[in-house]
Nanobody, 130 residues
Framework: QVQLAESGGGSVQAGGSLRLSCTAS????????MGWFRQAPGKEREGVAF????????VYADSVKGRFTISQDNAKNTVYLHMNSLKPEDTAMYYC???????????????????????WGQGTQVTVSS
């Protein structure tokens, strides 16, 4: 059974940084599509950052470009989300997600919708205070 375990969330002040980790079990991250979604209270789940682990291609939501970076460590079977210059509007539950083999990571250079991803972590809370 595929499991994605997130860690690294917390509370920071605006301008601070956090690094989220997503470690997969029963799932090899190489040659897959993986990424991060987030959901704030009362809002829909939205795509944040995604990576094609075969060649490291990435795509980001416009709201996080230049501040967030997604990366992978195949040896640790882990994907990271490095978040810098955090803003109060980044406050949300962050979810790691992965696709089954053969999926389309994203289209037209835009972050994907949640229904395109098959496996999900439980989420880690990020709270940014002003």
């Amino acid at each position: 059974q595929v499991q994605l375990a997130e860690s690294g969330g917390g509370s920071v002040q605006a301008g601070g940084s956090l690094r989220l980790s997503c470690t997969a079990s029963a799932y090899t991250i190489s040659n897959k599509c993986m990424g991060w979604f987030r959901q704030a209270p009362g809002k829909e789940r939205e795509g944040v950052a995604f990576i094609r682990t075969d060649f490291g291609g990435t795509v980001y939501a416009d709201s996080v470009k230049g501040r967030f970076t997604i990366s992978q460590d195949n040896a640790k079977n882990t994907v990271y989300l490095h978040m810098n210059s955090l803003k109060p509007e980044d406050t949300a539950m962050y979810y790691c997600a992965a696709q089954a083999p053969g999926g389309v990571c994203w289209r037209m250079g835009r972050v994907p919708r949640p229904d395109g991803y098959n496996y999900w972590g439980q989420g880690t809370q990020v709270t940014v205070s002003s």
